[in-house]
């Protein structure tokens, strides 16, 4: 199984501040991975697919790099509504797993 | 555009089973991978596995299978998930999507919540 590592667990910022959330991959996956928002008592929501193609809807602050191992994703501008848990995930193969998840807090 | 909706909650005993549903609207039901994903309380998104809807092909997470099992009713457009016997440690949040190795999982279930208490 390719495993997922997802980096930082947590993250606090401030409002027009830029974030970066990075996962690597134990084994090259190309650009299958996507990111996904998760709010509290919510189904997640797809933001960013196959590594660097915003999904329809989504704001431009969100953006999306990386191939092979190493991915990440990028928050510019942070709103207040940002605050959320992110994920990553491979569809390379399967299990499609997940990262571990990263919680960014608002100051 | 593709929806899916799932059954309601479920408050079961330790040892009994338990099948829950997602129900598919729209033209894209009939040729996707259909993905259940478990969110343990408090905590991260588990990938369990997915079932091809064209022809009932699953694919499983090697955690969970043998635990349960995903069938599909083509006819009604209806993806299941089914234990045998349940554990309290399948006390969680299951979601039904739609996955495509290109776009990820761009369509989600509102998520059904199993509760495994005695």
């Known amino acids: 199984d390719i495993q997922m590592t997802q980096f930082p667990p947590s993250l606090s910022a401030s409002v027009g501040d830029r974030v970066s959330i990075t996962c690597r991959a134990s084994?090259?996956?190309?650009?299958?991975l996507h990111w996904y928002q998760q709010k509290p008592g919510k189904a997640p929501k797809l933001l960013i697919y196959?590594?660097?193609n915003l999904q329809s809807g989504v704001p431009a602050r969100f953006s999306g790099s990386g191939s092979g191992t190493d991915f990440t994703l990028t928050i510019s501008n942070l709103q207040p509504e940002d605050c959320a848990t992110y994920y990553c995930?491979?569809?390379?193969?399967?299990?499609?797993?997940f990262g571990q998840g990263t919680k960014l807090e608002i100051k | 555009e593709m929806q899916l909706v799932q059954s309601a909650a479920e408050v079961k005993k330790p040892g009994e089973s338990l099948r829950i549903s997602c129900k598919g609207s729209?033209?894209?039901?009939?040729?996707?991978?259909i993905t259940w994903v478990r969110q343990l309380p408090g905590k991260g998104l588990e990938w369990m596995g997915r079932?091809?809807?064209?022809?009932?092909?699953?694919q499983y997470s090697p955690s969970f299978e043998g635990h349960v099992r995903l069938l599909v009713d083509k006819s009604n457009t209806t993806a299941y998930m089914q234990w045998g016997s349940l554990k309290a440690s399948d006390t969680a949040m299951y979601f039904c999507?739609?996955?495509?190795?290109?776009?990820?999982?761009?369509?989600w279930g509102q998520g059904t919540t199993v509760i495994v208490s005695s």
């Open positions: 999507a739609v996955e495509t190795l290109y776009y990820g999982v761009d369509v």
């Open positions: 729209g033209h894209r039901f009939s040729t996707s991978w």
């Open positions: 079932i091809d809807t064209s022809d009932s092909v699953t």
């Open positions: 084994q090259s996956i190309g650009t299958y």
């Open positions: 196959a590594s660097s």
């Open positions: 995930q491979l569809t390379y193969t399967t299990p499609c797993s």
